[in-house]
């Protein structure tokens, strides 16, 4: 069986759909969207969770995902590849030196 992503759109076999929490557990646990593994990763591989809580950013929706340059530009990429692939998320630079900060 498959479900579509409603960030790259593609039909994704139901083993590699992940649940991503909007507002993170912390926040709401109930609040989540069914996405493909590769989108998840992604999310998560741009910005930290304190990011993603910020409700100022607007990473809360799959729109407000989508409004941002970074993500879109994975996103597109990620379209193009076959469900199920893996792929290799580096760090984004920005997210790394918040990490040094602490």
Excluded: Y
């Excluded at 759109?9 to 507002?23: A, N």
């Excluded at 969770?49 to 989508?66: A, C, Q």
């Amino acid at each position: 069986m498959t479900t579509t992503c409603p960030l790259c759109q593609r039909d994704c076999p139901d083993s590699i759909m992940e649940k991503h929490h909007l507002q993170t557990r912390r926040k709401d646990k109930a609040d989540t969207e069914l996405i493909c593994r590769e989108c998840h990763k992604t999310i998560h591989g741009l910005w930290a969770n304190t990011e993603l809580r910020d409700d100022r950013l607007g990473l809360d929706t799959v729109e407000g995902l989508l409004e941002q340059d970074q993500f879109t530009k994975a996103v597109k990429f990620i379209a193009k590849l076959t469900p199920g692939k893996r792929m290799k998320m580096k760090e984004s630079k920005r997210k790394k030196r918040k990490k040094g900060r602490r």
